[in-house]
């Protein structure tokens, strides 16, 4: 329900608070603002967040006066385009990407234990 969410760790964290907001911001049809800290991890793949440098307090003041008196089309285009990235990345991609890693990794293991020749069963 917050028209901002202001996250500004120090350094990475809360990315999943992120991206909760932005999920539920996307999926009311919100316009809120997230104000993101360029160290958290989420701010290298959620385009459309504000960053801010937790570390200068004036940038802090910046952006969470940007984010108050933004525009609600230039919220929504923001808001928009973390949506997408959320979505595509949701939790089907990490299961796969995760099975995909095993797989290979197994692949990798058993190609050198076994003998050229020699079949795993």
């Not at 009311?28 to 459309?48: D, H, I, K, P, Y």
Request: charged share 25%.
């Amino acid at each position: 329900m917050a028209d901002v969410m202001w996250i500004t760790p120090l350094r990475d964290g809360l990315d999943l608070v992120a991206k909760e907001y932005i999920a539920t911001q996307g999926l009311t049809q919100g316009s809120g603002v997230l104000v993101l800290s360029e160290f958290a991890g989420a701010a290298a793949e959620l385009r459309g967040a504000i960053l801010a440098n937790p570390h200068h307090p004036q940038d802090l003041a910046d952006t969470c006066c940007y984010a108050l008196a933004i525009s609600r089309s230039d919220a929504r285009n923001r808001l928009s385009e973390a949506f997408e990235v959320v979505c595509r990345y949701d939790i089907e991609y990490w299961r796969q990407e995760f099975i995909n890693e095993v797989e290979r990794r197994r692949a990798t293991k058993l190609n050198k234990i076994l003998p050229i020749g020699h079949c795993a069963a």
